[in-house]
């Protein structure tokens, strides 16, 4: 499947419902009318940086897909339906510190327009990713608990 697809199958996997429906009609109607809309319209592909590889095969163990790509088809994936509730492990694996921060602010509009909660886990973001967080919850290097609670607090917290 291409990239496309495969945000649109996990769309209608998630329980899209009566809004993939509409959707579906629509794209049929403005195919038949001959309309193209602005890739911009697109906005998980574009977030993600995915609009320039969308028709692109997302490729598995047999057969050359995207490459570089893999770990934000898979964040797309789970960011096509809104949900109140999510976690999502490492997504920066492999990104640079730029496209890391475009994903976390598309996670934080997400969230606060959803009135929603979701937890991402991070090494050692850069700081303009750190501060679009509102709360953390740091980890020692043994996996012990440090803080937890606003971002704000923390560095009061360790003077």
Do not use: W
Not at 2 to 14: A, G, I, P
Not at 124 to 152: K, N
């Amino acid at each position: 499947m291409t990239v496309r697809e495969t945000l649109d199958f996990s769309n209608r996997c998630q329980g899209a419902g009566s809004r993939y429906d509409i959707l579906s009609k629509l794209f049929r109607r403005e195919t038949l009318a001959g309309i193209k809309p602005d890739p911009d319209v697109d906005a998980f592909l574009k977030i993600l940086g995915l609009d320039i590889c969308a028709y692109t095969l997302v490729g598995n163990g047999m057969r050359r897909g995207i490459s570089g790509g893999k770990k934000r088809v898979t964040t797309g994936e789970m960011l096509v339906v809104p949900a109140k509730a999510l976690s999502l492990d490492e997504i920066s694996t492999g990104l640079d510190s730029s496209t890391t921060l475009q994903i976390v602010k598309c996670l934080r509009q997400s969230v606060h327009v959803m009135d929603g909660t979701m937890v991402v886990s991070l090494l050692q973001p850069a700081p303009g990713t750190f501060e679009l967080f509102d709360d953390i919850i740091p980890l020692s290097e043994s996996q012990q608990l440090v803080y937890q609670g606003p971002r704000v607090n923390l560095i009061s917290m360790f003077q």
